[in-house]
């Protein structure tokens, strides 16, 4: 079964400051990897996806995540982090030629400090 | 385009009342999830629908918990002898079919047994 840690319950950054919130995963086979943000009182909305391919990949608003096999990672980051990018960080995995659920993290609750 | 919406946005119930709750994907995804999401902690998946074939009902957590699709449309989660423990905001998603897709979700419902 899959599973994904995120070893970060708070972030606290500086605005301006580059950002970055952790997530380790472990699945059988190949993964697809997700990073969801989820704004106070709002639903989650997709950030970012790995399917293959070139392992750091572009998403909304600035952010980045990259994929590394070799330490089952894919942390999300961002060069110069905004006070509105405080929320909840999800990652969440499933895996290669799965189209079911997503196994999703505990979640990170980001601060960003103006 | 509209995105995945739900009904009700807060429901308040008793304990041993049944609840149900109702769940609009976007146009045109056949798959369709529904999540639970506790006071602080990630999301659980319930229940997933693909097309016509059989619910993924790997998920529920007791046979208090239900979830009916009307074709490739509504679904509705019933929740039947609420406990305290139901308290929680419940998800749902909607993507198109194959595994590449990710995952759009709806606001929620916030649940609240007394």
């Known amino acids: 079964a899959q599973s994904v840690a995120q070893p970060e319950d708070q972030v606290n950054v500086a605005e301006g400051n580059p950002l970055t919130v952790k997530c380790t995963y472990s699945?059988?086979?190949?993964?697809?990897l997700f990073w969801y943000v989820q704004y106070p009182n709002r639903g989650l909305q997709f950030l970012l996806k790995?399917?293959?391919?070139?392992?750091l990949v572009k998403g909304s608003y600035g952010f980045e995540a990259e994929f590394n096999k070799s330490q089952t990672s894919f942390h999300l980051k961002k060069p110069s982090a905004l006070v509105s990018d405080s929320a909840l960080y999800f990652c969440?995995?499933?895996?290669?030629?799965?189209?079911?659920?997503?196994?999703f993290g505990s979640g990170t609750q980001l601060t960003v400090l103006p | 385009g509209a995105g995945v919406s739900q009904s009700p946005s807060n429901k308040v119930t008793e304990k041993g009342k049944d609840v149900e709750l109702r769940c609009d994907p976007i146009?045109?995804?056949?798959?369709l999830y529904w999540y639970r999401q506790r006071l602080g902690q990630g999301l659980e998946f319930l229940i997933y629908?693909?097309?016509?074939?059989?619910?993924?009902k790997s998920g529920l957590p007791s046979d208090r918990f239900s979830a009916e699709r009307t074709g490739e449309s509504v679904s509705t989660l019933t929740i039947q002898r609420t406990q305290q423990e139901d308290s929680a905001v419940y998800l749902c998603?909607?993507?198109?079919?194959?595994?590449?897709?990710?995952?759009?979700f709806g606001p929620g419902t916030r649940l609240t047994v007394t």
């Open positions: 998603a909607s993507s198109t079919a194959g595994d590449l897709y990710e995952q759009y």
């Open positions: 699945v059988s086979g190949n993964p697809y």
């Open positions: 790995y399917i293959t391919g070139d392992n």
């Open positions: 969440a995995v499933r895996p290669t030629g799965s189209a079911r659920q997503l196994t």
């Open positions: 146009s045109g995804h056949t798959a």
């Open positions: 629908f693909q097309g016509n074939s059989a619910p993924d």
